[in-house]
């Protein structure tokens, strides 16, 4: 079955760094798009950051120059690192596949990980 599992999750003082993980399986990792969001208490998911099966990027307004998503295909993984971390990126982190292909879409999240910004 399909699964993504992040990692890399925890405390962070603000301007500080921390890179989040998502190793993918059960999944032709190099043909999906690969995303973060992330979802604050009592708020929306949104979008952080994704990056396409051809490496193209795009960015969530509130992170861009802050955050860099990437990917190793070899390795199924895609990673997102954060920098000048700020208190109100304090959510759980969420990666995301997904495809369409022949008219279908093919869409799988991981269970999250907790990033807390604080002093």
């Known amino acids: 079955q399909v699964q993504l599992v992040e990692s890399g999750g925890g405390l962070v003082q603000p301007g500080g760094s921390l890179r989040l993980d998502c190793a993918a399986s059960?999944?032709?990792?190099?043909?999906?798009?690969m995303g973060w969001y992330r979802q604050a208490p009592e708020k929306q998911r949104e979008l952080v950051g994704v990056?396409?099966?051809?490496?193209?990027?795009n960015y969530g307004d509130s992170v861009k120059g802050r955050f860099t998503i990437s990917r190793d295909n070899a390795k199924n993984t895609v990673y997102l690192q954060m920098n000048s971390l700020k208190p109100e990126d304090t959510a759980v982190y969420y990666c995301?596949?997904?495809?369409?292909?022949?008219?279908?879409?093919?869409?799988?999240w991981g269970q999250g990980t907790q990033v807390t910004v604080s002093s």
């Open positions: 059960g999944i032709t990792f190099s043909s999906y798009a």
């Open positions: 995301n596949a997904n495809k369409i292909r022949w008219g279908r879409e093919f869409n799988y």
């Open positions: 990056i396409t099966s051809g490496g193209s990027t």
